[in-house]
């Protein structure tokens, strides 16, 4: 019996599993088989090996060894277990961020003509953040001493990030009471690993109080850079219609797939594709056109500027090589499963990495630089076209599955789009959750996980906080999950809507469920939280907003750092599955209890994604009832829901 429908919920990618199955190709899900049963020390994050005298293991029964060699608890290494995530993802998050910074410097000086600044508004608005003076002076000058200024956030040693302005007064109070107001980027990132050696920082709360402070370094510095720099780059996006799933590969076009995190070179091989000479190349091979189709982050990159089709979330990058249809697969950096070098050789797919950072053996290396950024995606856009001739139309399985979806919501756009072009506020929103039509807000983001049936969490956990009024924002592989089940078009998915919050997206015109971008973007929902509070009427800081977040398919360490600042900047925060922390009951009850009082968030870790939404709306309805806002204005719903949470808690 197939695998396929108890891996995916995805009809395409259960058709791409059938097919690997029938193949014997080996994909995630047969590598967690084959690892299984996965180490229990590692799972409750109770193994250390940071030095020789190791590795030790805690026995989590009582039974053996309670300390390492050198006298470390479970508690001391779960928590620097868990530091070493937070530093590992906040580094990449921004570490993507100072790429974009030194694009937005060169740009300026007028070394690349590849890149220009195409958002003058926004440009202005974050220049004034940093105290540059605008007036007068040209954009480019502007820029340059933006990006100066935002590349000495990651190596400024005192004070605090100047980005981090951005976050209402009364969370930097918290945030300077505990002690964890970030200084600079790298220093957070490098005080992580130095106090994570072996015989420096023991005592648990204290590490992961430097967990926060690395966090926020990341949500408020790192990945905000990279999120606003782009948008001034690159331009802000602006809602737009396009199409998701694997179904947007083309049987008569070239395919090429463009996968990882950084849009700098995606954007070229978007232009690239259209190039008239290529163009031409691939019509003498026999194809239509050339397709470009987004993977992982960097799709939800070019999908929000350009409404370029994506082809999947993370577990559909092997997925696509399987439908045989894939002449090129470009990476950068970022969520990319090594196993797909194997995994080209059984097809015709050319696996083409552009960053130093990120090299596959075997595989071939082109080198981006934004000097030639054009010409460098043109070549790759080239081999891809050139593949074309490889392709064997008998292995073509394109599944025939897409769907439509809106994207491109940014912080900035939503003023507008709720106050109208001459009204530009936050107020409708505001009031629509005083009213009680709108319950509260969540953010659901995060990975796909092999250990959870594909893309099922997210669509489950969406479902219901919609049904229940609750307006969902969304990043990453959660929000191309979401789309995929036409959650983010206003037809079909307001029919699975609450009736105040449909009343609501009916008047302005928007979907329930809202594409905000890539992870980074995860900044955007920070910058929307802070405006909410700003508008008045739902309380003093963030941690008092009727509001909640999600990873319920999470995977990579980057979703640790977001949970971290999302829960630092007040929003209670469901993982769906747990952090590798169980085996210390300390570190658990720190992380999910005391934090609360400390930080006014706190993490929950639940794997039904139904009593997991159930967790979210009730934290909203705890707020609203400190708020002392109205009632909920269509009671039914109301009552649904508490029935619902019992149900579910029995
Ligand atoms: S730091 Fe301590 S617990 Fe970790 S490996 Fe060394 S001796 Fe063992
Ligand atoms: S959501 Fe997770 S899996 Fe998807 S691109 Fe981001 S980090 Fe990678």
Redesign the pocket.
Known sequence: MTKAKDRSIDKASQQMLKRAEAEDKQLAWDRLEAMEPQCGFGTLGICCKVCSMGPCRIDPFGDGPQEGVCGANKDTIAARNLLRHIAAGAAAHSDHGRDVAHTLLIAAEGKTHHYGIIDEKKLHDIARIYDIKTEGRSKEDIAKDLAHAALAEFGNQEGELKMIARAPESRKKVWRKLGVMPRGIDREIVESMHRVNMGVDADYKNVINHGIRCSLGDGWGGSMIATDLQDIMLGSPKPVRAKVNLGVLKEDQVNIIVHG?EPTLSEMAVKAAKDPELLALAQKYGAKGINIAGM??TA?EILMRHGVPVAG??LQQELAIVTGAVELMMVDV??IMPALSSLATCFHTKLVTTSYKAKYPGVEHIQFNEEEAYEIACKIIRMGVENFKKRKKERVDIPKYEMDLVAGFTAEYVFHMLGGKYRATYRPLNDAIISGRVRGVAGV????NPKIKHDWAHIEMVKELIKHDVLVLQ????A?ACAKAGLMTPGDALKLTGPGLREVCEAVGIPPVLHLG??VDNSRILIAASEVLKEGGLGGDLCDLPAAGAAPE???E??ITIGFYVIASGIFTVFGGDMPVKGSENVTRYITEELDSIIGGKFAFEADPIKAAHMMIDHINKKRAALKLNPMMYEPAKKEAKEEATAGAN
């Open positions: 995190h992982c982050c939800n979330d993370f970022q969520c983001v995060g990975c796909n990043t990453g592989c959660s191309i890539s992870c999470w995977m990579s980057k979703a």
